[in-house]
């Protein structure tokens, strides 16, 4: 089988100011006075945060998940261009709020294995920073490498992991994941009004609650298929979309 592959547009490039603490201005701001024109991730959810309750509203009710929600998972998936939202309650029980297209990736099935190789990585990650000056927008910075990604780069005696993956709005990216602007707002606000600590992001080569993994790229290594089994018994936690 041919690996699926992606029309790659341009870099994604990580913008300055990117933020742990939802409510920093920036990370240079312990640093240095706020660049002028710069915005701080408090000021971005009061810019947005009203239109996103209303654009989300109706979703929520439809789950019956209390709107910001306790906890959230992402799950990408890469052949299908679909990057799904999933929301718990104080008790914990996962249900589907929505789907967002993915409008722009790129690279084959398979991992993110070095800087430039223009693949979206695959594994569970978490939001490690918001950026409210994105180049694109809006964006969410994953944890890659994370620590699975980095022991088997040593494994294998890779360098160079590469790094700055993002979620973000507009519709081009090479190495991250742009789903447009609106869906960049709606998932900036949402981490910030849920906490970064409460969000897991599952990114899989596709949907593996309903479909068997397509056969990869020749010379990818052997560590991938245990990477996907644990991969499918996280996806196969949540349930798919009717």
Same mark, same amino acid.
């Given at each position: ?74 799950? #990408?998936? *890469?052949?299908?261009?679909? %990057?799904?939202?999933? &929301? /718990? ?7 589907? =709020? ?81 789903? #447009?602007? *609106?869906?960049?707002?709606? %998932?900036?606000?949402? &981490? /910030? ?7 897991? =992001? ?41």
């Amino acid at each position: 089988m041919k690996p699926f592959r992606y029309n790659p547009v341009v870099f994604c490039l990580g913008a300055a100011f990117l933020v742990s603490n939802p409510w920093a201005a920036s990370a240079g701001d312990a640093r240095s006075e706020k660049p002028k024109g710069a915005r701080s991730v408090r000021d971005r959810v009061s810019e947005y945060g009203e239109i996103v309750r209303q654009r989300l509203a109706p979703f929520f009710l439809a789950a019956r998940i209390p709107y910001p929600p306790a906890r959230l998972v992402l799950l #990408g998936f *890469k052949l299908e261009k679909t %990057l799904e939202l999933h &929301a /718990a309650g104080a008790d914990g029980a996962f249900k589907f =709020v929505r789907a967002y297209p993915i409008l722009a990736a790129s690279g084959v099935l398979g991992p993110k294995l070095r800087q430039g190789d223009g693949q979206v990585p695959e594994g569970i990650y978490r939001i490690e920073l918001l950026n409210p000056n994105s180049r694109f927008h809006l964006s969410l910075r994953l944890n890659y490498p994370n620590d699975f990604d980095r022991q088997q780069a040593k494994r294998d005696d890779r360098k160079n992991l590469g790094g700055d993956i993002m979620i973000h709005g507009n519709a081009v990216s090479i190495g991250c994941i742009a789903v #447009g602007d *609106k869906a960049a707002e709606d %998932l900036f606000v949402l &981490a /910030a009004l849920t906490g970064l600590k409460n969000i897991n =992001v599952i990114i899989s080569p596709v949907d593996l609650r309903v479909r068997e993994l397509p056969a990869l790229p020749p010379g990818t290594p052997q560590w991938v298929g245990t990477l996907h089994a644990t991969i499918k018994r996280e996806v196969l936690k949540y349930q798919a979309r009717q």
